[in-house]
């Protein structure tokens, strides 16, 4: 954890909170622009979001424990459900971060409802 902490002390310091927060920024909104591709209702007042987390709700006839065991053993993302029932997707920092190409491989694996 404090090699995660000083790395990205290191990135900021590197980049600048600016670009910092505008990478931030568009990785989330591709985040949600490709649930809400995928037919999926994301969480909350978008306005008011973090970039880095998203709650998405869980469709009709899914099954929300093997969703998150699937997405945590085959492409190592972590989802955890919220007291009112969606899931928290960790996203990627940068459209290339390991976890966005892993998020993307796990889209590309679902078959929807």
Not at 30 to 55: I, R, S, W
Not at 95 to 113: F, H, Q
Request: glycine share 8%; proline share 5%; charged share 20%.
């Amino acid at each position: 954890m404090l090699y995660a902490a000083r790395e990205c002390a290191r990135i900021v310091l590197q980049e600048g909170l600016q670009p910092t927060f505008a990478r931030h920024q568009l990785a989330s909104d591709a985040m949600v622009a490709g649930l809400e591709a995928m037919g999926l209702t994301v969480f909350g007042d978008q306005d008011h979001k973090m970039p880095n987390v998203t709650g998405v709700y869980i469709p009709d006839g899914v099954e929300s424990e093997s969703i998150r065991s699937s997405m945590l053993d085959d492409f190592g993302i972590e989802a955890r459900s919220g007291a009112s029932g969606p899931w928290a997707i960790i996203a990627g920092s940068t459209t290339s971060s390991p976890v966005s190409t892993r998020w993307r491989r796990y889209c590309a694996s679902m078959a929807w409802p």
